[in-house]
């Protein structure tokens, strides 16, 4: 166990541990998107950055380990222009403007990208992205796969790799993007994927998900104990 200090506040931590984590334990929000506990932590989203004495530019809270004696700030006018500003352009290449994807959009209502925009007050944006788009992949009778709907956080990768141990999704490159390499179009039974919906769990926006979403929202059903019929997965 060391010390350090988060926006003022001394805290004990262990060796090995991210400042998003000691920030959480101390009862500090740092807002994220592309970060899931075990899962990911690439940093991509940028909307987890904070401030460290001493060091260069913001640092992304998900991946940065904390250090003995580190002087760490998570809210400053410097670092929600960041966020907000790495918001816009997620949400330009999501293609927000188009505002018939959340009206349709099977996350709606229970979309993190939604609650981020809100929480940060980001209604537009002022880049004009044309969205990397793709044909929707829904052969699998499960799981569909909407491409313009991606931000690329890469949450479904880390939940198929590292929950359910398939690595049946992978990320790709379509020029200077990265993509995600969806096994849900018409040769989706020549793939290992065991339409588990770990991906379409972990995403969070409406880029994967589960067919039966389309018949609910999030506020018409609630969360019962049950038995997993799909146990081989290990969730």
Known sequence: MFD????????????????LEAARSAGLHIPTLCYLKNVS???????CVVEVEGTAGLVSSCNTLVK??????????????????????????????????????????????????????VE??????KPAGGPILDSNPFIAFNPALCIRCQRCVGACN?????HTLITGRRGVR?????PFGEDWK?????????CAGACPTGAITMKRRRQYRSWEIQRVRTTCPHCATGC
Do not use: W
């Open 4 to 19: 350090f200090t988060i926006d003022g506040r001394n805290v004990s931590v262990k060796e090995g541990t991210t400042i």
């Open 41 to 47: 932590s690439i940093g991509s989203c940028r909307l």
């Open 68 to 121: 003995p004696g580190m002087v760490v700030h998570t809210n400053s006018d410097a670092i929600t222009a960041a966020r907000r500003t790495a918001l816009q352009l997620i949400i330009a290449d999501h293609g927000l403007n188009t505002t018939q994807y959340c009206f349709s959009c099977p996350k709606n209502g229970s979309c993190e990208l939604q609650d981020r925009c809100r929480e940060l007050g």
């Open 124 to 129: 537009t944006t002022p880049f004009d992205v």
């Open 162 to 166: 590292n929950a359910a141990g398939n």
């Open 178 to 182: 990265t993509s995600i390499l969806a």
């Open 190 to 198: 020549s793939t290992n994927c065991e339409s588990c919906g770990n």
